[in-house]
């Protein structure tokens, strides 16, 4: 039995690692049948877009699940994923910002995400230091 939570979490890590920005995470399952999480990532490029989608994809496929289903890919402007429990959607940011998934589902509770992987871009923080001090 997989702890859903956990694979949407390193989901997002894998999202993170291919430098994914404004990632959030939400439940859904109160408000959907069809599935109990949303991973949403947004990608600068189509071949950053592909990129996070396949970063995501392989570390699924790591963890031992593989998706039911994945989507976009001609245009790369909007991936999803889906894994059943959970659905990972990896936007362009005009693709993001048209379809608005955020204020669609604005009464689903978010997943607490550690920052880094909120904003990939943002400066590493060296946590084995004790000033906070960024990563070099």
């Known amino acids: ?3 859903v939570e956990q694979l949407v979490r390193d989901a997002a ?20 049948v069809v599935t109990d999480y ?3 990532a947004t990608g600068a490029t ?9 970063e995501v994809e ?3 496929r790591e963890a031992g699940i593989k998706p039911i289903g994945r989507e976009g890919e001609r245009e790369n ?12 959607h990896v936007f362009q940011p005009a693709e993001r910002e048209f ?15 550690p920052p880094e992987i909120v904003n ?17």
């Open 58 to 60: 392989d570390k699924m």
């Open 99 to 113: 379809y608005r998934l955020e204020k669609l589902w604005s009464d689903a509770p978010r997943m607490e995400l």
């Open 120 to 136: 990939a871009t943002a400066p590493a923080i060296d946590v084995a230091s004790d000033d906070g001090a960024d990563e070099s």
């Open 13 to 32: 890590y894998a999202a993170a690692e291919k430098k994914a920005t404004d990632v959030i995470a939400f439940k859904v399952a109160d408000l959907l």
């Open 38 to 40: 949303f991973l949403v």
């Open 77 to 88: 402007t909007w991936v999803l994923l889906d894994y059943g429990d959970f659905v990972v």
């Open 46 to 54: 189509d071949r950053q877009v592909k990129s996070i989608a396949d």
């Open 1 to 3: 039995m997989f702890d």
